[in-house]
């Protein structure tokens, strides 16, 4: 009888830490996509990178007013770099949240804050929105779901001034994976079933 109920215990144990670990909220996987920058005669002008919660939920404040009045956006950026003729940028460079929208025909998504009000776009910039001196732009196109791009544009003023444009391309360099929690409770849930099996077979 005493070694039924541990039997009886140990499979009890292992499915509600199964159910649990299982039920247990996972973390978010961090997404990065990579980027290629080519000029206008299709050589490679540059490299860059961007991550985002696909989780999260950020609002976006659309009237320069306090109360929040606006809407929410997934996919906003948590980090961007590029280096695009060996000028670099980051996002700090950004004017407000900055967001990718994979699977809608316009992709790239931002929210502008200058000294003029805040307006909303459907390209990313990065630079000086007041004097203009340091800008990069991206443009999006109607993509499909094998291919993510567009064009880009550079404009840098100042003692030695540069310029350029071209095309980009995006593709996904990490994927979401299942959180350890949840391969551990389905762990547990099996060896709960391989055990009352064992017990039903004598």
């Given at each position: 009888?005493?070694?039924?109920?541990?039997?009886?215990?140990?499979?009890?144990?292992?499915?509600?830490?199964?159910?649990?670990?299982?039920?247990?909220?996972?973390?978010?996987?961090?997404?990065?996509?990579?980027?290629?920058?080519?000029?206008?005669?299709?050589?490679?002008?540059?490299?860059?990178e961007?991550?985002?919660?696909?989780?999260?939920?950020?609002?976006?404040?659309?009237?320069?007013?306090?109360?929040?009045?606006?809407?929410?956006?997934?996919?906003?950026l948590?980090?961007?770099?590029?280096?695009?003729?060996?000028?670099?940028?980051?996002?700090?460079?950004?004017?407000?949240?900055?967001?990718?929208?994979?699977?809608d025909?316009?992709?790239?998504?931002?929210?502008?804050?200058?000294?003029?009000g805040i307006?909303i776009?459907?390209?990313?910039?990065?630079?000086?929105?007041?004097?203009?001196?340091?800008?990069?732009?991206?443009?999006?196109?109607?993509?499909?779901?094998?291919?993510?791009?567009g064009s880009?544009?550079?404009?840098?003023v100042?003692?030695?001034p540069?310029?350029?444009?071209?095309?980009?391309?995006?593709s996904?360099?990490?994927?979401?994976?299942?959180?350890?929690?949840?391969?551990?409770?389905?762990?547990?849930?099996?060896?709960?079933?391989?055990?009352?099996?064992?017990?039903?077979?004598?």
């Amino acid at each position: 009888m005493q070694k039924i109920y541990q039997k009886t215990a140990a499979i009890a144990f292992s499915v509600v830490v199964g159910v649990n670990t299982i039920a247990a909220p996972a973390q978010a996987a961090i997404l990065t996509w990579s980027l290629n920058f080519f000029d206008n005669a299709g050589s490679p002008a540059g490299k860059g990178e961007f991550s985002y919660d696909d989780e999260s939920l950020t609002f976006v404040q659309t009237i320069p007013i306090s109360a929040p009045v606006g809407f929410e956006v997934r996919n906003a950026l948590t980090n961007f770099s590029a280096a695009v003729l060996g000028e670099n940028w980051s996002l700090g460079d950004r004017p407000g949240v900055t967001w990718w929208q994979p699977t809608d025909s316009n992709n790239l998504g931002q929210q502008r804050i200058s000294r003029y009000g805040i307006f909303i776009a459907d390209t990313w910039f990065f630079g000086d929105v007041g004097s203009g001196t340091r800008q990069f732009l991206l443009q999006g196109d109607n993509q499909n779901s094998a291919s993510w791009g567009g064009s880009w544009l550079q404009s840098i003023v100042g003692v030695v001034p540069s310029f350029g444009s071209g095309s980009w391309t995006a593709s996904p360099s990490s994927a979401a994976v299942p959180e350890p929690s949840t391969v551990l409770g389905a762990t547990l849930v099996g060896v709960g079933v391989w055990l009352r099996k064992r017990i039903k077979n004598g």
